[in-house]
């Protein structure tokens, strides 16, 4: 059974950093893209970040560019999201996707397979 399991979320203040982690379990995604999207409430799911299979093609939302990283460890089976300069408005559930048709990408629909999310709260 694929498995994708994101950790690493909390309650940090604004300016502060967090690292997200999403373990994939049950095949390997080390020829797949990844992404990471978030939500919250009063906002459909949005893109924040997509990298491809070896890590050397990255795409970032507008709103996260030069604040936020994605990465990726094959070996481990897991990627990552450092995120830096976090901002009120960060505040959502993240959500990591694998596995896209459409290589690395910001469309959501296209990713075969998500993981049940990690909230990240940003106090003012």
């Known amino acids: 059974q694929v498995q994708l399991v994101e950790s690493g979320g909390g309650l940090v203040q604004a300016g502060g950093s967090l690292r997200l982690s999403c373990a994939a379990s049950g095949r390997t995604f080390s020829s797949s893209p990844m992404g990471w999207f978030r939500q919250t409430p009063e906002k459909e799911r949005e893109f924040v970040a997509a990298?491809?299979?070896?890590?050397?093609?990255?795409k970032y939302a507008d709103s996260v560019k030069g604040r936020f990283t994605i990465s990726r460890d094959n070996a481990k089976s897991t990627v990552y999201l450092q995120m830096n300069s976090l901002k009120p408005e960060d505040t959502a559930v993240y959500y990591c996707a694998a596995d896209s048709a459409a290589g690395t990408t910001d469309y959501a629909p296209s990713y075969y397979y998500w993981g049940q999310g990690t909230q990240v709260t940003v106090s003012s």
């Open positions: 990298i491809n299979w070896s890590g050397r093609t990255t």
